[in-house]
């Protein structure tokens, strides 16, 4: 069933010609109407010349000579014997497409670029030069010179290229957190090799989590193929972003575009001129994220954060002392406001450092450090959680569930040590409320409310004891991974 959204327009009784009424004022104060639109052909003449257009181009291996040639004489075969009528001159030899020689050079790609120093530094997006053998960089006034590739990031989308000039026209990097939404902003490259485009709209969002590595910025400004790496201009003449996507359903523009924030992408930049690559921190833990629920049952006022399910074994977070079902709601003090923002906060701390994480733990916070280790280049430093739900479990044994839908038995000494655990008991079967929510037999419960679960006893008795009005936080541990349920007793039944 399609799905409509609503949006509501708060209008107060004088725009609707009506009287005021007592005891009721309008929330905020009426702004001025708006005196006319910005004209940016200053803007446009003033930033224009430190905008590039970029080329690629790749060399021809003898190997892509055979296997075009190969493809030829099969399409001369396939025609031949399944496509019909012969050519005139019927018995000659086939004509042979011209075929391109090993080291020519063909294009490959174009994008776009800017000049961030007079002495040639250009950044532009890690996907317009990746894979290509040479850059071209080509100014306004038409000159054009052989880049070096200095270093690109592909998590991050940033790449940094040298020319050889001096006295270059070059942008000045601005703060895109001073950036408001409802801003004008202009962005100039080249759409399908079309060069020096401007197009203009306004911030859309700030901080978009597009599951990539940065936050973005989301803008209607008119991005298509040919704008990438091309820079995100305030009114101020100041660079805030780096064109980087587009939320398409067709391919092109459909109305919504992403910048990389220029303060990220300068910080990616500074390591890419220096040593060639990024190198980023690692705690060794998987995440999740936790719901409202949750939140409320382990005595959070609100639901930020991010959720401990996996600590990995000798990692910095191991030894630092973090542990399962900690919920960290800060990262060297600041706050962690939304699940992604801890991993992009490690990723942004340099190997070495030695950070504080401030986790909730048993109803009150703790502070846990750590020395923040080095991520593989292509690993993760966090992850979503969760377990498969719904999948089918063996026979149940005849034993009564629970309030929250558990029937449950003691881990064995062995289970323990195997696990690494000193108490918790095992799910041999669920019902009501704990089916509902996905939970199967062979989890292992860690915690209730804050609590450690010692056996199957002391869980049940405790059970027992819940307020049904109230839901209460099952840490469940499925496999290596452990995640916090929210669950709401059955009431007693008569």
Request: net charge neutral; aromatic share 4%.
């Amino acid at each position: 069933m399609k799905k409509t959204m609503i949006s509501a327009l708060v209008l107060s009784a004088a725009s609707l010609g009506l009287p005021a009424v007592a005891g009721f004022a309008p929330a905020y104060a009426a702004a001025p109407a708006v005196a006319g639109l910005p004209d940016f052909a200053d803007l446009v003449e003033r930033v224009g010349p430190a905008v590039v257009n970029i080329r690629t181009t790749e060399r021809i291996s003898q190997k892509d000579v055979d296997a075009a040639g190969q493809a030829d004489e099969m399409q001369e075969f396939l025609r031949r014997f399944f496509g019909g009528q012969m050519p005139r001159g019927q018995g000659q030899a086939p004509r042979r497409r011209n075929l391109p020689s090993p080291g020519q050079e063909i294009q490959r790609g174009i994008g776009s670029g800017f000049v961030v120093s007079a002495d040639g530094y250009v950044l532009t997006n890690a996907h317009v030069v990746d894979g290509a053998d040479e850059v071209y960089v080509t100014l306004t006034d038409k000159r054009e010179f052989k880049a070096k590739v200095l270093g690109a990031d592909a998590r991050a989308d940033v790449a940094v290229l040298k020319i050889d000039g001096g006295k270059l026209p070059y942008l000045t990097i601005g703060d895109p957190n001073k950036a408001r939404v409802g801003e004008w902003v202009i962005a100039i490259g080249s759409p399908f090799n079309l060069e020096n485009t401007v197009t203009s709209g306004i911030i859309s969002a700030k901080a978009r989590d597009t599951g990539d590595l940065l936050p973005l910025i989301q803008s209607d400004v008119a991005v298509n193929p040919g704008n990438s790496g091309g820079p995100l201009i305030n009114l101020r003449g100041e660079v805030i972003g780096i064109n980087s996507q587009i939320a398409t359903l067709s391919g092109g523009y459909n109305g919504i575009s992403f910048a990389i924030p220029i303060d990220e992408a300068m910080r990616v930049a500074d390591q890419l001129k220096k040593s060639g690559k990024v190198t980023r921190g690692r705690l060794g833990v998987q995440i999740g994220e936790l719901n409202k629920d949750v939140a409320e049952s382990l005595g959070l006022k609100n639901n930020k954060g991010a959720e401990v399910t996996q600590v990995e074994s000798g990692s910095p977070a191991d030894k630092g002392g973090v542990r399962v079902g900690d919920v960290v709601v800060k990262y060297n003090g600041k706050e962690i406001d939304r699940f992604a923002d801890l991993t992009r906060m490690v990723l942004g701390t340099a190997p070495g450092t030695k950070s504080t994480l401030t986790v909730w733990r048993k109803g009150v916070p703790v502070d846990v450090h750590v020395t923040v280790g080095e991520a593989d280049p292509d690993s993760k430093v966090a992850g979503r959680s969760g377990g498969k739900k719904g999948e089918k479990k063996d026979e149940a044994p005849a034993t009564a569930a629970n309030a929250l839908g558990f029937v449950v038995t003691d881990l064995t000494a062995a289970q323990k040590r195997e696990l690494g655990v000193a108490g918790g008991v095992i799910v041999e079967d669920t019902d009501g409320p704990a089916e509902a929510a996905g939970l199967r037999q062979g989890d292992i419960l860690l915690m209730l409310n804050n609590q450690d679960i010692v056996d199957a006893k002391q869980f049940n008795a405790a059970v027992a004891k819940l307020d049904p009005k109230r839901a209460a936080a099952v840490l469940v541990r499925r496999g290596s991974q452990a995640q916090h349920f929210s669950l709401r007793p059955a009431p007693a039944t008569k």
